[in-house]
């Protein structure tokens, strides 16, 4: 009987390794960061003003979660609270002049998207979508604007 709870244990183990989303995010940074503004439409300062909860998928939590110390824990950080954000335009460094006040910033919930913190002031790289939609481009220098100062002069 115990052999059969240690292998149960094992193999739920090995199931939450084999299926464990990665979180890192591999991209080649170009040293010369104006090589950027051509791949992009927008390259701004901008400040997030509000955070907005996108709706989670339903994602349906084994019952073997809870037979497993700190189990839970880490589920919930496999899939964590997501968010769209809505950001206002502080320093236009490449692109058209935006008419509205606030640009609405989807998500594609990847690990190379950014997770916005809120009346934080980032440096973004960013592609128009549709109907005042926009996304951060994947692989670009962006970054809280605090680390970004060296890269904003060098794009100017």
Partial sequence: MKKIINFKIILIFALLVV?????????????????YLSEVDFVFIGKVVELIRAESIDIEIPQFID??????????????????????????????????????????????????????????FADRLKDNQFIMTHCTPWGKLEDCEEIIEQLK
């Fill in 67 to 124: 037979t497993v110390p700190k189990l839970r824990e880490d589920w919930k950080k496999m899939y964590p609270d997501r968010y769209y954000a809505k950001v206002i335009m502080i320093e236009n460094i490449k692109g058209k002049k935006v008419m509205s006040d606030t640009m609405f910033f989807t998500s594609e919930f990847t690990n190379c998207d950014p997770r916005y913190e809120l009346i934080q002031s980032y440096l973004f």
């Fill in 19 to 35: 299926t464990y989303e990665s979180t890192a995010c591999d991209c080649e940074i170009y040293s010369d960061k104006k090589v």
